[in-house]
């Protein structure tokens, strides 16, 4: 009965670098997992009477208790062997989930980890998250980035809010060009750095690392409107799915 739990202390252990916390002597078989920036639970083990789950058995097993990020997914869940609405937690989006076999210990490992984004910080999912696609605006008036470029592959850049390491960053040349010129890696971001020039202000930097280039005719501010209903790059913004494929 204790493999799967002692198994999932490991993978806690491994993945978050995470250690339980038992914080009710009464139930010395109760452990809590909680991040460390906003203190939050997510996860909590519990051995429990499989009564308690509306179960005909009073055998005693082990519960894995986690916090779901949308509604619609914990109703789909619950209806699965295995799975219950969260034992003891009446507020928010939790579930428990057996750990006596019923579930597959990689199904219950996706849950763990969808539990710990749901409930991380605004930093810690920033941190998580996949990386992004970004179109961001280069201005030849204050910067010549195909000077820049020419001299070297890795130059620094205006930290763009939400960007992280590993993201990708497409330079919007503004005119005369009006067109996306390059591709380029995010390989390292807020750097400390503190400009003011009256039209140029920057608090921290990144460093860019180009990947490819594009012909000046090719993604053009009207193709881009047309297109792909891209109308003014004025900051760091998403792109389409569809600009997405054709970029590549």
């Known amino acids: 009965m204790t493999e799967i739990k002692d198994k999932l202390f490991t993978y806690i252990e491994k993945e978050y670098h995470k250690n339980p916390e038992y914080p009710w002597a009464r139930y010395p078989g109760y452990a809590v997992f909680r991040h460390s920036d906003n203190q939050k639970w997510f996860a909590l083990i519990m ?113 763009g809010k939400g960007i992280k390491a590993g993201d990708t960053v497409f330079l919007y040349v503004a005119a005369p060009i009006s067109a996306i010129l390059y591709k380029c890696l995010v390989t390292e971001t807020d750097i400390p750095f503190h400009f003011n020039n009256g039209d140029v202000h920057m608090s921290g930097i990144m460093k860019i690392k180009l990947q490819k280039r594009y012909d000046p005719d090719k993604f053009t501010f009207d193709i881009l409107g047309k297109k792909y209903g891209i109308f003014a790059v004025r900051g760091p913004r998403g792109i389409p799915e569809s600009l997405s494929e054709a970029l590549k």
């Open 47 to 159: 051995d429990i009477p499989k009564s308690k789950l509306g179960l005909e058995s009073d055998d005693i097993a082990y519960i894995l208790n986690v916090k779901m990020r949308e509604p619609l997914l914990m109703d789909f869940l619950v209806q699965q062997e295995g799975f219950f609405r969260g034992y003891h937690i009446s507020k928010g989006n939790w579930i428990s989930i057996l750990l006596d076999g019923t579930v597959a210990f990689n199904e219950i490992c996706r849950w763990l980890d969808e539990s710990y984004i749901a409930t991380a910080s605004r930093e810690t999912k920033h941190k998580l998250r996949p990386p992004k696609e970004w179109i961001i605006p280069a201005n030849p008036k204050y910067y010549d980035v195909q000077a820049a470029f020419d001299e070297s592959e890795e130059i620094n850049w205006k930290q």
